[in-house]
Structure formats: structure tokens, C-alpha cells
């Protein structure tokens, strides 16, 4: 437990330690809320849809944790290479605490960066549905910051060098982020676009956001949670199953 | 009783190699070495680079799986038992291991965490060897603006930590002035004379191995060429110093070592922070 703990004081502390990081990684999902908040609400309000702002403030509040969370992850790369790592990998201790260590602290992480977003969009004007639906929001929060931080921690383990890094970014996280209707609702979309908003785990958490910020659901609630529940799972257990595999 | 009678299990072997060998792909690093290291020996790896000296210290420290033969660390496998094996070195890299976003005390702290130090006894260790090797006064800043040499002094304070009876030193004294490099070696014999601890070090400094290994092993592409006391293998070759013996083994050519993806990356780090 002191080996879990020890691992995600260091996350933390390293986080509160580079504020550069920390107001940069709310520049670009606040550049997507005041841009497409503001450029494309009139005409989905012309649409009868409402307030698009109000709308993709949950998808902004996951894009923060996704890419909050996937980042602290893949810094396992950046400690292979510059050396942190072997420490721990010498260490006689269980690599599943702290690889679990890690991945909790990249979540904390995710998780005040999601709450430091959703303090920017009230002060923007975002009103939420109902204040009693507030815990419900901070679940699916840490549940996706849990998900993408395995995520990221499975791919810096499986990878030795940052060399594939643009590719994760390219191929990986942009779309885990722009099929997740984190942008636009899930309803009546082609078929093909439909079938992969349902392959991805970040639309079951903008769902659940969605459902306790704005008051609306496409999946269900029960169906959000078990889905991403079952992901983090099947995550945290492939990327426990990497980092104990890791020879350097 | 006898006077050496102090008993077998006091001079038992702490590391023994067998027909040990590691391939990367179709290059064979380490070729079929065999090996033995009784407690309170310390012994010197001496190569030219790419030689495989790294190669089997990260074997021995479970860092790496051996392409095949067998490995015993006081007796165990590192294989199936890693962790029993991990608790029993310590160990500094060739190369940077320290966090650098934290103090040279939270990396203390830290290592005394995963090496479950008792909390009692923990920061009067860190203290100790903080003081031992000049960083108590700059415990509090951050690793990144600490010079070379004592990024060096704070890895090996901290492989201390935990009070291994096996420390392993790979090219400990890189970079390092002088001074810190005698107070290093000073310490390595102190602690080798006063607590019986087998030390395994590689280095290309072979005044340093003549000054305090007990054995010089010299190893070269992947083998071991020759092995025996300093004395022994300057006699074997007719030398005069250590370095002219390992020339006669070793040879005169210069070798090439590639660089690896994250050496490349580490050049580039350093260039970044000028």
C-alpha cells in the first residue's frame, strides 16, 4: 500500500510542479468551448437544440481527462528514457503496485484538471441541469480518467522509445476524442460513424457527463457505467500485464 | 577449532554465473560465461565497450532475462524469485536513474519507500549518507539543477539506503572529480571490510580497479578472456600496471558501440537544457 501510495505522491507532485503543464493542457479545450461554443451555437440553437456551449461542455470536460490522463501515462516513456524507471524496476516490490501507483495518480491528476475546466466553463456561463447530479459527474470523471491513464500507461509500457508518440496522437487519441459525440449529439448519425461512436469507451463517459451536467442520455446511465467500469478493468489489467513484462 | 573455521555458510557464494549468455536478435552480447563471487569479494568487470559488462549486471539485477544458462543470487533464482533477489543489492546505473522534478531528499525518500525501510530508522539514513556524501545542504532542491558529480554522489547515497549485502556498481565513477571519487572508493572498502559486502563494479579506469578490486575479471565481445587478482594477471601477461595487462588481452583497437534510441534521446535532452 505504501509502495501505491509513494508512486502516486510522485505523480502529484510533479504535476503541482510544472504549472506550465497545467494551464496548457486547459489551452486547447478551452480554445474548442469560447471557438465552437460560440461559432457554432447559433446555428445549433437555430436547430432547437439549445445552447451548443452548454452542450459540449461535457465532451470538453472528457477531453481534458483523455488527454490529461494519457499523457501521465505515456510519461513512463519519458522515464525509461530518462532513467527513473530502472529505479523502479529493481525495486522488490510487486511491479502491479506501481504500476497501479501510477495509473491512479495519473487519475487524480485528470481528475483536478477536469474540475480546474469545469470551474473555467461556469465562469464562461455554463449553468449545469441539476446541482444533486454533481457526484454522479465526479464518478464518470474518474472513471475515464482511470480508463485512458491505463491506457496510456499500456502503451508507454509496451513502447521504448517516443518515437511512435504522434502517431498514439494521430491515430489514437484524436479519434478516441472525436467519435466519442464529445462535439455533437449520437442521435440519427450515419450508420458507419454510429457503429464506431459505440466501439469507443470515451463515448459512454461523455454520455454519463452528459447525462448529470446537461440532464440528457443516449446510451443509459447503467450502460455507461458498466461499460467503462468493464474497460478499466480490462485496461488496468493489460497494462499491469505490460509493465511486468518490461526488460530494459 | 580451527582459526579459519568461521564456518562455510560465512564464506559462501553470493553470485554465481553459469554458461549465462544474451542475444539481442542476431547479436550476441554476453557468449557462454561462467562465474563465481563469494561474499565479501570484490571483484572488478573490466572491458572495452560493448564488451557485455552491462549486459550482465542488468541479468544479474533482473533487469533482463538471460537467453539461456543459469543465474544464482545468494542462492536464488532472480528468474523466479526477482523480488527476494532485489532485495538483497543495490545498485547504480550506468547511466541517470534519479527523478529529476524531485529533491535529492524525496529521491531518498522514495527509494527508502520502495525498499520498505522502516520509517524509524529511514530519515536518520538519509540524513547519514546525505551528510556522508556532501548533499545534506541541498536536500531541498530539486535533482535538475544538480551538477554531474552529484547527481553521481546522490545515486550512490541512495543505493546505501537499504543496506544491501551485494552492491553493484556499474561505472560508478563517470564524470566524477577526484575527490568524490576517492571518497566513493573509501566507502566502498569501508563497507566491504566492516559489513562484508559484495561489491560487483565495472569500470574503464584501471588504477581504480588495482586500488580496490580483490579480482579482475576482463571480459571482452560477449567472453571472458582472463580472471584473477591484479597481481596475478599483470604476472600472467608481464606487465607493469593493470592497464598494460588488459591492452595485452584485450588488444589495441578501438571498438564501435552503437547508440541506442534512448541515448540518442538523452544527447538531445542535454542539448535541450543548454
Not at chain 1, 519519458?78 to 525495486?91: C, S
Amino acid at each position: 500500500m505504501n509502495v501505491i501510495y509513494i508512486m502516486w505522491l510522485r505523480q502529484l507532485k510533479r504535476y503541482v510542479r510544472s504549472r506550465a503543464r497545467v494551464v496548457g493542457s486547459l489551452a486547447q479545450p478551452l480554445l474548442y468551448l469560447l471557438a465552437m461554443g460560440y461559432g457554432l451555437g447559433p446555428i445549433f440553437q437555430r436547430a432547437g437544440m439549445g445552447s451548443y456551449r452548454d452542450f459540449i461542455t461535457p465532451g470538453l470536460i472528457a477531453m481534458t481527462l483523455l488527454f490529461t490522463s494519457v499523457f501521465s501515462g505515456i510519461e513512463l516513456i519519458m522515464d525509461r528514457q530518462f532513467g527513473f524507471l530502472k529505479e523502479t524496476l529493481v525495486a522488490p516490490v510487486p511491479r502491479l503496485w506501481i504500476i497501479l501507483g501510477r495509473i491512479l495518480g495519473g487519475a487524480t491528476i485528470a481528475f483536478i484538471q477536469g474540475l480546474i475546466f469545469l470551474c473555467v466553463c461556469l465562469a464562461a456561463g455554463f449553468r449545469w441541469d441539476s446541482l444533486g447530479a454533481l457526484p454522479v459527474a465526479f464518478l464518470f470523471m474518474a472513471l475515464i480518467g482511470i480508463v485512458f491513464s491505463a491506457l496510456g500507461s499500456a502503451i508507454g509500457s509496451a513502447l521504448s522509445d517516443a518515437q511512435g508518440f504522434q502517431f498514439i496522437i494521430g491515430f489514437l487519441i484524436m479519434p478516441l476524442f472525436f467519435l466519442s459525440g464529445a462535439m455533437y449529439p449520437l442521435d440519427n448519425l450515419p450508420k458507419a460513424l454510429a457503429l464506431f461512436t459505440r466501439l469507443d469507451p470515451l463515448s459512454y463517459g461523455v454520455d454519463g457527463l452528459r447525462y448529470s451536467l446537461n440532464g440528457v442520455v443516449h446510451f443509459g446511465l447503467a450502460t455507461d457505467f458498466i461499460v467503462l467500469a468493464a474497460v478499466a478493468a480490462l485496461l488496468l489489467a493489460l497494462s499491469s500485464y505490460l509493465f511486468s513484462r518490461i526488460q530494459v | 577449532m580451527l582459526p579459519n573455521d568461521d564456518g562455510s555458510a560465512d564464506n559462501r557464494r553470493m553470485i554465481r554465473a553459469r554458461n549465462l549468455t544474451r542475444n539481442f536478435g542476431a547479436v550476441a552480447a554476453v557468449r557462454d560465461i561462467s562465474f563465481e563471487i563469494k561474499r565479501g569479494e570484490i571483484v572488478a568487470f573490466l572491458g572495452p565497450n560493448g564488451a557485455g559488462k552491462t549486459t550482465t549486471i542488468k541479468m544479474l539485477t533482473t533487469l533482463l532475462k538471460p537467453t539461456s544458462g543459469q543465474i544464482e543470487v545468494d542462492g536464488l533464482d532472480p528468474a523466479s524469485q526477482p523480488n527476494e533477489v532485489r532485495k538483497r543489492f543495490g545498485i547504480v546505473f550506468q547511466d541517470p536513474s534519479l527523478d529529476e522534478e524531485l529533491t535529492a531528499q524525496e529521491n531518498m525518500e522514495m527509494h527508502g519507500a520502495l525498499y520498505q525501510v522502516p520509517r524509524q530508522v529511514r530519515a536518520g539514513r538519509v540524513e547519514k549518507l546525505l551528510r556522508l556524501f556532501e548533499l545534506w545542504e541541498r536536500r531541498r532542491e530539486p535533482v535538475k539543477r544538480f551538477s554531474g558529480g552529484m547527481r553521481r554522489r546522490l545515486e550512490i547515497a541512495r543505493s546505501l539506503l537499504h543496506t544491501p549485502p551485494i552492491l553493484f556498481l556499474d561505472e560508478p565513477t563517470l564524470g566524477l572529480d577526484p575527490q568524490t571519487r576517492n571518497q566513493l572508493w573509501l566507502q566502498v572498502k569501508k563497507l566491504n571490510e566492516e559489513e562484508r559486502v559484495t561489491v560487483f563494479l565495472t569500470t574503464h579506469n584501471m588504477e581504480e580497479a588495482e586500488r580496490v578490486a580483490h579480482r579482475v575479471v576482463i571480459i571482452d565481445a560477449g567472453r571472458i578472456i582472463a580472471q584473477g587478482s591484479p597481481r596475478e594477471l599483470k604476472a600472467q601477461t608481464g606487465s607493469a600496471t593493470l592497464e598494460q595487462a588488459f591492452l595485452a588481452l584485450t588488444g589495441t583497437t578501438i571498438r564501435e558501440e552503437e547508440a541506442s534510441a534512448a541515448d540518442q534521446l538523452r544527447r538531445m535532452a542535454k542539448a535541450w537544457r543548454r
